[in-house]
């Protein structure tokens, strides 16, 4: 119930306007994102390439309705790309298509992921594309099996909410590509995705294993314990695979677990996000844990 609210909440402009305008919501957005430039995300990378963990960057913004916003989005990925390179951080990206045009024409998008995919690869950097609401997934896949049929820096994410993440997986992994798997944070119809937690979990358990029996380079993104040690428990017995596994956690989330997993020897990445547009990201941290509202209401009792 307040999920959905919350969730609803996280795409009401108006709302946004509101409190992106207020200096307050800003300090509170803190905890879960880097800061509003690329220079904060650079620091911050640097202090968890220090703790051993390494990072990819989302500069925040996503469903852009017009032509100019998207070409600048793309330009905006370039130049991180450029500056990771010249500061040698141990970073990625994370991009969220809509971003760069999606939800406006197939083909602009198309042309935006491939100047920044080639980019990233003249910089022997990694492109992670962010899944986005349901009705995004097909022309994600679609853009995403056009270019990794050319270039290896590109990686895919399967919500193990959806009910077509089987046969996404199945698919993904015949092709050896790389690919992330998450929950999934959008709110969604009962036929496109599983409601009921007990669901979504056994289905990324059920993912995880086909995922870890391919030979597709995988990121385990989940705060849940339970998931975390399916992980471990399938990387001990499956001797034969060769193909990376990380870890990946959200900026702010569960940061003892981070630690504890890079202690334990384990491949660890942390999502950054940073930019202004931090509304939508920080209202779905909201929902996934409404106890995070505590956290906004304490800060908010002591200002
Ligand atoms: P779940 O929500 O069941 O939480 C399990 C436990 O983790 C909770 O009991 C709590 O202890 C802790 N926890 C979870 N979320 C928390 C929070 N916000 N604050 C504090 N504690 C929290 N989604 C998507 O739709 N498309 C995408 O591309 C991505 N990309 C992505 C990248 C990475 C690196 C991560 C970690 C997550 C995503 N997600 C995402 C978000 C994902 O789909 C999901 O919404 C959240 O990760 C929460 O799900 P959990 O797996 O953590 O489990």
Not at 57 to 68: A, F, I, K, P
Not at 279 to 295: G, T
Request: charged letters at 30%; a positive charge; glycine letters at 4%.
């Amino acid at each position: 119930m307040l999920r959905s609210l919350l969730l609803y909440l996280s795409e009401r402009k108006k709302l946004q306007d509101v409190i992106l305008s207020r200096k307050f919501a800003r300090g509170v957005a803190r905890r879960f994102v880097a800061g509003e430039t690329l220079d904060d995300a650079i620091r911050v990378t640097r202090e968890l390439n220090a703790r051993g963990m390494l990072v990819t960057l989302d500069h925040l913004g996503e469903s852009v309705e017009r032509e100019d916003q998207a070409a600048r989005a793309a330009e905006a990925y370039i130049a991180i790309l450029e500056r990771v390179h010249r500061e040698q951080v141990k970073t990625g990206i994370s991009i969220k298509l809509t971003q760069i045009g999606l939800a406006i024409d197939l083909e602009l998008c198309r042309r935006h992921l491939r100047n920044i995919v080639e980019a990233a690869e003249r910089y022997g950097n990694f492109v992670r594309i962010d899944m986005e609401a349901s009705e995004y997934v097909e022309p994600t896949l679609q853009l995403f099996y056009e270019l990794s049929d050319q270039f290896r820096n590109v990686g895919a994410v399967i919500q193990s909410y959806l009910r077509r993440g089987k046969s996404d997986v199945e698919e993904l992994s015949l092709r050896g590509a790389s690919v992330r798997l998450c929950k999934g944070a959008y709110k969604e119809p009962e036929e496109a995705a599983f409601q009921k937690k007990r669901e979504v979990d056994a289905n990324y358990e059920q993912l995880l294993e086909i995922l870890m029996n391919s030979n597709s380079p995988l990121a385990v993104a989940t705060h849940d314990s339970r998931m975390i040690e399916a992980a471990k428990r399938l990387m001990r017995t499956n001797s034969k695979r060769r193909a990376p596994v990380e870890f990946q956690m959200l900026y702010g989330v569960r940061r003892d677990v981070q630690a504890q997993l890079v202690a334990e020897g384990y491949r660890m990445r942390v999502y950054v996000p940073y930019g202004t547009e931090w509304y939508p990201y920080f209202m779905r941290r909201m929902a996934e844990r409404p106890a995070n509202l505590l956290f906004v209401l304490r800060a908010l009792k002591g200002r």
